[in-house]
């Protein structure tokens, strides 16, 4: 879950009892809005990117997104964080292009239909519109209800904002109903005490937030994370002057682990029981067979890699690891030792390629792979997936879940560690996984 999206204001001028869009969005902040989107249907291009401005003067030293409604112009012409665009609007591939990588990009969803066509997208979240009918917008397609949401947000491979009749009424349910954040108009812009009601329904928001297994594991696994951003091995790849002995040394053992990866995922195929969820991980030691195994075949052949070699002693271990967790037969323990293997690799690909000098870098290659989106999407259906065994698993299940993500986290960053130093440095402190918690 994106912490942002959790109480989200869409302005709107008219309802805002003639008090001034600067004095309504700074006491909404104070109360608790999280984001900001300014919605201004019939405002000039100039007003609109007037009052854009002044928005992004009062929000952004408060570390608070300013979204704009459907102008991609706007949005470009005062650096905003990000747009929310609706099926009509333009085309999310032509405002991503436009936008860049590191913008906020939402998308609006009507429908089922608009869902699974969202899923193939890599928005950043979709607002699913409308949850109930409201006077704000008349023009809008049959609610979702309160079921409808439900099925919504389990269809949704990305974080959900509701959208339509948020209120003191109606949030609690919302929350409950596993969206990640509530889209309010009338509630705060109409307010008699627009700090007061924004801090209530703040209140409610937090206290009907479900903390998925991911976000929790995520959380406790910040240290190891924010450690292998800062190895030497993926700063001096991301800048290219990374050695060749040291990518050489990765690569080999990365060969190795690979052909255990292929056979893991199709063990993991057999513990699914759903033929949905079996044919996911089918793909994925498929295409893991064509499109890594083909990338590694240029590299090696492109460096000359001898990856006739013997597995290293992290190498080994973290198979041996990964094994000991499929061999528990318990689909969802099985699926977290796996899992670091994808979603870090996704999130450490995605921060390479955005803060990566690409041009006449050696290793552009790798870095494409695992930043693309395609990738990006299959984690995120895997996500899904385990979020929801885990809502329903006991706690001893989900105890066990968390040692085999944290220690095939910790094994992630030893090995990229074991790529740049080789044998010179001792890795023992995988042993000590608490420690880094």
């Known amino acids: 879950m994106k912490d942002y999206l959790k109480l989200y204001l869409v302005t709107d001028r008219e309802l805002s009892l003639g008090r001034s869009l600067e004095e309504v969005v700074s006491e909404a902040v104070k109360g608790g809005v999280t984001v900001v989107q300014l919605r201004e249907k019939d405002a000039s291009t100039g007003e609109f990117i007037e009052l854009a401005r002044r928005l992004m003067t009062l ?21 905003a964080d990000g747009v929310h665009i609706g099926q009509s609007d333009m085309s ?48 809008t397609a049959e609610p979702f209800g309160l079921e409808g949401l439900r099925k919504a947000v389990k269809m949704s491979v990305h974080p959900t904002v509701a959208i339509g009749g948020m209120n003191a009424s109606t949030i609690a349910e919302v929350m409950a109903a596993g969206t990640d954040g509530v889209a309010v108009v009338s509630a705060i812009c109409s307010a008699e005490n627009i700090r007061k009601a924004t801090s209530e329904l703040r209140t409610i928001v937090e206290a009907n937030v479900r903390m998925s297994w991911s976000r929790e594991v995520w959380k406790k696994s910040a240290r190891i994370y924010d450690s292998i951003l800062g190895l030497d091995f993926l700063k001096k790849l991301s800048e290219g002057t990374l050695s060749n002995d040291a990518f050489a040394r990765y690569i080999a053992q990365d060969e190795i682990y690979l052909k255990n990866y292929y056979k893991q995922m199709y063990m993991l195929a057999d513990l699914m029981e759903e033929e949905q969820d079996r044919n996911l991980f089918l793909s994925f030691a498929q295409s893991g067979m064509e499109g890594e195994k083909a990338l590694h075949d240029m590299l090696i052949d492109k460096y000359g890699i001898d990856t ?12 041996a690891h990964i094994c000991e967790g499929i061999a528990t037969g318990n689909p969802c323990v099985a699926l977290a030792s796996v899992l670091p293997c994808m979603w870090i690799y996704n999130q450490v690909g995605l921060h390479i ?30 996500l899904k997936m385990i979020d929801g065994w885990a809502a329903k698993a006991d706690k001893e299940t989900r105890e066990m879940m968390d040692h085999y993500y944290l220690k095939a986290a910790l094994y992630e960053y030893a090995f990229w560690d074991y790529g740049y130093h080789g044998n010179g440095k001792s890795y023992e402190y995988i042993d000590s996984l608490e420690e880094w918690l």
Request: charged content about 30%.
């Open 308 to 319: 006739d070699v013997k597995p290293s002693k992290v190498t080994s271990d973290y198979n």
């Open 59 to 79: 929000l952004k030293p408060l570390d608070i997104p300013l979204i704009i409604n459907d102008r991609v112009d706007v949005a470009l012409a005062v650096d």
């Open 353 to 382: 390629l955005n803060h990566s000098k690409l041009e006449g870098n050696p290793y552009k290659e790798w870095i494409l792979e695992y930043g693309q989106e395609e990738f990006t999407i299959g984690v995120n259906k895997v």
């Open 92 to 139: 999310y591939e032509d405002a991503r292009r436009l936008l860049g990588p590191d913008k906020i990009i939402g998308l609006s969803v009507e429908n089922f239909e608009d869902i699974e066509a969202a899923n193939a997208l890599d928005v950043d979240y979709i607002g699913i519109s409308p949850v109930y009918g409201t006077p704000t917008k008349t023009d």
